[in-house]
Nanobody
Framework: EVQLVESGGGLVQAGGSLRLSCAAS????????IGWFRQAPGKGREGVSC??????YYADSVKGRFTISSDIDQNTVYLQINSLKPEDTAVYYC?????????????????WGQGTQVTVSS
């Protein structure tokens, strides 16, 4: 069974940092695009970063603050989030897809995790 499990969310003050983890089971990341998305209350799900074929992509709103990385041995992808802002408050999801064209779009991903809550206080 394919599973993606996110962890690492929490409540932090503005300016703080978090590292989110996305652990995969039932498949390996090789050949997949792995994306991080977030959904704030009352808003749609948006892509923030992804790792595809060794290349990284970031939404303009997070460039310079978010860093995506992977540990192949652990079959885990990480999202380091620095300089957190209240507007970063959202549920963060990871997703995996084999034939992803729009890397920060939600439609091409096959598997999704359940999400981890990030709340940033001002």
């Amino acid at each position: 069974e394919v599973q993606l499990v996110e962890s690492g969310g929490g409540l932090v003050q503005a300016g703080g940092s978090l590292r989110l983890s996305c652990a995969a089971s039932g498949f390996t990341f090789d050949g997949y695009t792995i994306g991080w998305f977030r959904q704030a209350p009352g808003k749609g799900r948006e892509g923030v970063s992804c790792l595809s074929d060794g290349r990284t992509y970031y939404a303009d709103s997070v460039k310079g603050r978010f860093t995506i990385s992977s540990d192949i041995d652990q079959n885990t992808v990480y999202l380091q989030i620095n300089s957190l802002k209240p507007e970063d408050t959202a549920v963060y999801y990871c997703a995996a897809g084999r034939a992803v064209v729009a890397v920060l779009g939600i439609n091409d991903y096959d598997y999704w995790g359940q999400g981890t809550q990030v709340t940033v206080s001002s």
